[in-house]
Each structure stands twice: as structure tokens, then as C-alpha cells.
């Protein structure tokens, strides 16, 4: 079905854009967007001259009713706190899930026993057509908890028609993040082939980007900027959306994309369903959840105190500027044949530690940052995730949003600029005896600490 949408006239905003950036101390401070006046170009849609195609909602079936002391006993085990009105019983069990065989069959497909925490939430509040913010850390398995609802969103809607947009909108912070939401979920809805997805980020041709939405797709994975772009260039409109996904909210906002997020969302009906994920909640976060959904139930899976998993050994050194890289041969020659990320700030600092290391150690040395070609991170992880004993250099930026787990050593050659993504950092090493060493200059303020020698012990 076509649509003719009168947009209302209004001065065209040119210039740079602004944002906030949390820095170290915690809070978000004013920064200039480096994006400019993308999304000059979309005005305010006047929604009184749409034709709204009227949707479907509320598909929940509750199966088996538990007790409530039986619920209690496993939220208590699995930490998940609850902050909502009317909320549905948890499903436990794959079976209380009312869906078609094509995808209980996916869930058969992919060995999947039962689903996770996070899943065991969402389903249910999701197909009451409720609104959500899921603070869950990555590799919750938060994608389906919000793909699934999505399926079952749109095959009670009524069929796309040409000209049409997408009916379910997933943001991303960055290409990876989006690259592996579209991978989990076609994985998951492969035997539902009628499902049309794709998946919109930049560093790529926008040729095949634009065919795939003007073809028509019911799924659309992008990041704010494509999208932006898209929209502009008219190749799909966001008018049949009534499941909107934002994924990872927390580096959206401290990446500078709150701007276009809002006017993303200023492109969709406000009738739709709102779902939000995020590692952390701090207020930015909130203040979006109050202006973006209604009457949304907040689900914290995991403490709420933001702590580092107590098992991994973190190890710190001091040493002197020009001695750093060669601790880091030293440390990396220590730990012998594992799996290695090695953080740093700067693309420049990135490559010169890749050069310096492969010529010093006799191993798979890798390097990705963001000017890195789309082709080139995408082999560069996939090498990463396939070799055991492969050292990665990754700027935080490169790194935010990738679905890394079970890494053996984390160094951390410069700090983050905040506790929440060192906390990050920690939560990639997954096993008994991983390990997180950080390199420190002998005189440096971490977090408002002053670093000294007595800093220079095992914790």
C-alpha cells in the first residue's frame, strides 16, 4: 500500500549537530556532533494526513501458570529485578511459548535447551505489547528476547504493499552490533523464509542497501547514520513501523547519537511498541526511556550494582612512558599461546603496537579500528573468533557492541574513560583463569585515584 505523507514546512537545519559524551566522571558533557546536519532533510511528518494502516497487537497466550513462590525462587536465582505494573509470569520453559513449529523448530535447529533469563522476561511482556527496558550486558542472549516478539509482530499485521517500509525497526550503535543482530536472528527465523530482512550500516556501497529497501523488507537492522541517509534519499519510509528496537541505548548516546535518534523516531507513528536495551541506567538513559515509551516495564538482569566478575585476576603495572610497548611484549610472551584483546585509544597507537608485535612475537597478530575497510573487520573477526591463540589491538570504539566472550587475557594498554567500560572489558573474559592486565604510566589519575607504586599488585 502507498502512502502520501504531507510533511509540515519548516526552516531547513544546516550545520553541526550536537551531542553529549559521558566522560570518566560518570556524566554526559556537551560535545559537537561530528555527523553535522545529517538529518536536515527530514521534516515533521503531519500524522492526521497519513493513512495509518490499523495493527494488530497483544499476542500473548499464557500456558502454564506457576506459583508465585516458584517465580520468586527463580528470579532470586538468576538476579532479575522488576519494575512495572501488570506483570506477565516469566515463560521457563520453551514450551510455554505459544509460536508457530517453524520456530520452536529454530530453537531445536540451534540447540537451545531453554531460554535465557533475559528471554524468559521479555517474551512474555513483549507479546502483551507492552513497552520494555532490558538492562541486561551483552551475550544476555537479548537478541532473541526481542526477535522473537518481533516474528510473531509481524505476522499479525496486515502484508506489505509496494512502496511500503519496514514493520520492525532494530538501531545499533555500530556495523558489528547490527552485522551480528541480523546474523543471530536469521539464524534463529531461518525456517521462515517469507520473513524479509536487511541489515543498513556504513563503510559499505549503498547500492545493494537501497535495492534491499525498495525491494521491501518487514526487518530493518541499521545504524542512526545509514538510516539518516536512507531516509533522505527516499529509498524506504518508516511509516508501517510499529515495533521499534533500540539496542544498546547507553553507546548510542555516549557514541553522539542521540540527535539522530530522535529524529528517527520523529519518522515513526507513536502508537508503536518501544523496546530498550542497555548495559547500564543511568539518568540520559531514563530521560530517553520517559520521552520514547509508555507505561514500559524495566527488567534489570544481573546486580544493579555495577561490579567486575570476581574471579578474574586484574594485574597492574606501572611503567615508564617509554618502556610500554616493551612491557607489552614482555606480558604477552608471559601468558604465552591464548587468546588476547589488547585495548588502546587512538587508531595510531593501534596500528604501530600491531607492526611492533608482529614483528616481535611469532604469532597471529591482528589490528581493527574504524578506518579499517568493512571487508577488512569482518575478516579480522572472524580470524579472531576461529584462532585460539590470536592477539587482537582494538581501539574501545572498534570493540563497543562485539559479542566477544571467553577471551583468555585482557590488556588494557590505556584505560577506558569511564568504570562502566572497564567493567565492559572485564565481562569478555570468560573463563576460570582469565586475566586483565593494565599498563599504567607511573604517574597518571585514574578516576580521580592518583596512581602510585603501591598500585603495583595483583588484585
Not at 138 to 152: C, N, Q, V, Y
Not at 209 to 216: D, E, I, K, P, V
Not at 368 to 393: C, N, P, W
Request: with cysteine; glycine share 6%.
Amino acid at each position: 500500500m502507498s502512502y502520501t505523507a504531507t510533511h509540515s514546512n519548516g526552516d531547513t537545519y544546516r550545520g553541526r549537530d550536537s551531542y553529549s559524551r559521558r566522560n570518566g566522571d560518570g556524566h554526559y558533557h556537551h560535545r559537537t556532533d561530528r555527523m553535522g546536519g545529517l538529518g536536515a532533510n527530514l521534516h515533521s511528518i503531519d500524522w492526521n494526513a497519513v493513512q495509518q494502516v490499523a495493527s494488530q497487537w497483544n499476542f500473548y497466550k499464557p500456558q502454564l501458570q506457576r506459583s508465585e513462590s516458584e517465580i520468586a525462587e527463580w528470579l532470586q536465582k538468576h538476579h532479575i529485578t522488576i519494575y512495572g505494573e501488570r506483570v506477565p509470569q516469566p515463560m521457563l520453559e520453551f514450551s510455554d511459548l505459544v509460536a508457530p513449529d517453524a520456530i520452536h523448530q529454530g530453537f531445536h535447529d540451534a540447540a537451545f535447551t531453554a531460554p535465557t533469563p533475559i528471554q524468559s522476561i521479555a517474551w512474555p511482556i513483549l507479546l502483551n505489547s507492552r513497552d520494555i527496558v532490558g538492562v541486561a550486558r551483552t551475550g544476555s542472549g537479548k537478541t532473541l528476547a526481542f526477535m522473537i516478539p518481533a516474528a510473531l509482530h509481524i505476522m499479525a499485521q496486515p502484508p506489505l504493499h509496494p512502496g511500503d517500509g519496514p514493520i520492525v525497526l532494530v538501531l545499533a550503535p555500530t556495523r558489528e552490533l547490527a552485522m551480528q543482530i541480523e546474523m543471530e536472528s536469521k539464524k534463529a527465523l531461518a525456517r521462515i523464509p517469507s520473513l524479509l530482512s536487511t541489515c543498513i550500516y556504513g563503510g559499505t556501497p549503498k547500492g545493494p542497501q537501497l535495492h534491499a529497501l525498495r525491494a521491501g523488507v518487514h526487518i530493518c537492522i541499521a545504524t542512526p547514520g545509514r538510516l539518516i541517509d536512507m531516509l533522505e534519499m527516499r529509498a524506504t519510509n518508516l511509516l508501517r513501523v510499529t515495533y521499534l528496537v533500540l539496542d544498546e541505548a547507553d553507546r548510542m548516546l555516549d557514541m553522539g547519537f542521540e540527535d539522530q535518534v530522535r529524529k528517527i523516531c520523529s519518522q515513526i507513528r507513536t502508537d508503536r511498541q518501544t523496546l530498550m536495551f542497555s548495559a547500564t541506567w543511568p539518568v540520559e538513559i531514563r530521560n530517553l526511556a520517559a520521552t520514547f515509551q509508555r507505561d514500559f516495564i524495566r527488567v534489570h538482569v544481573g546486580s544493579e550494582e555495577l561490579t567486575a566478575n570476581k574471579d578474574v585476576r586484574q594485574h597492574v603495572m606501572l611503567v615508564e612512558p617509554m618502556y610500554k610497548e616493551q612491557k607489552l611484549v614482555e606480558v604477552l610472551q608471559q601468558v604465552g599461546p591464548r587468546r588476547v584483546l589488547v585495548f588502546v585509544k587512538t587508531k595510531r597507537t593501534a596500528d604501530a603496537l600491531y607492526s611492533r608485535l608482529k614483528h616481535a612475537l611469532r604469532r597471529t597478530v591482528l589490528v581493527i579500528h574504524g578506518d579499517k575497510e568493512q571487508s577488512s573487520r569482518d575478516y579480522v573477526l572472524q580470524r579472531f573468533r576461529s584462532d585460539e591463540t590470536a592477539i587482537m589491538v582494538a581501539t574501545d570504539v572498534a570493540a563497543r557492541g562485539l559479542d566477544i566472550k571467553d577471551l583468555d587475557v585482557v590488556v588494557n594498554v590505556d584505560l577506558p574513560t569511564g568504570i562502566e567500560d572497564y567493567v565492559h572489558r572485564i565481562g569478555m573474559l570468560g573463563r576460570s583463569k582469565a586475566l586483565l592486565v593494565c599498563l599504567l604510566l607511573w604517574r597518571v589519575r585514574v578516576w580521580g585515584v592518583r596512581a602510585t607504586p603501591a598500585y603495583t599488585t595483583d588484585k
